[in-house]
C-alpha cells in the first residue's frame, strides 16, 4: 500500500470480511455490477477480492473478503457512507454476516 495519497494524506484500506453463514445471494449481480464504478468514483483500487487465502490466527469464519485502496481515509469513509453504495449494499447484506473495516496506512504504534 502507498504511504501517502495525492496531497501527503496518509492512504487507507477498505477491507470487507463475509463471515459465516455465506447465503446464496439472488440479486449478487446487483450489487456487484454496481460496485466497481462506486469505488472508482471515491479513488479506490482493488487489492485483492476473493482468491485465496488462510487465516493465521483466530476463528476461521471468514468465507470470502474484498481490501480496496483509497488514496486517503476520508475518501474511503465517503465511499462507504455514499447514497451510492448504501442503495447497492442491501444487496450484499443479504449474502451473509459482513464486517467492514476502514484501516489507515500508517503505524500508527508509538514507540
Given at each position: 500500500m502507498k504511504a501517502r495519497g495525492p496531497q501527503g494524506?496518509?492512504?487507507?484500506?477498505l477491507q470487507d470480511w463475509v463471515?459465516?453463514?455465506?447465503?446464496p445471494m439472488r440479486n449478487r449481480?446487483?450489487?456487484?455490477?454496481?460496485?466497481?464504478?462506486i469505488v472508482t468514483q471515491y479513488g479506490g483500487t482493488v487489492l485483492a477480492r476473493g482468491g485465496?487465502?488462510?487465516?493465521?490466527?483466530?476463528?476461521?469464519?471468514?468465507?470470502?473478503?474484498?481490501v480496496i485502496e483509497f488514496?486517503?481515509?476520508?475518501?474511503a469513509v465517503s465511499?462507504?457512507?455514499?447514497p451510492e453504495y448504501q442503495?447497492?449494499?442491501?444487496?450484499?447484506?443479504?449474502?451473509?454476516?459482513?464486517e467492514t473495516v476502514i484501516v489507515e496506512g500508517a503505524d500508527q504504534t508509538r514507540r
Open positions: 494524506e496518509r492512504a487507507a484500506t463471515m459465516k453463514p455465506l447465503r449481480v446487483e450489487y456487484t455490477d454496481r460496485v466497481p464504478a485465496k487465502y488462510r487465516v493465521m490466527a483466530g476463528p476461521e469464519n471468514i468465507q470470502r473478503f474484498v488514496p486517503t481515509f476520508e475518501q465511499c462507504f457512507e455514499s442503495e447497492a449494499s442491501v444487496f450484499r447484506e443479504a449474502g451473509g454476516v459482513v
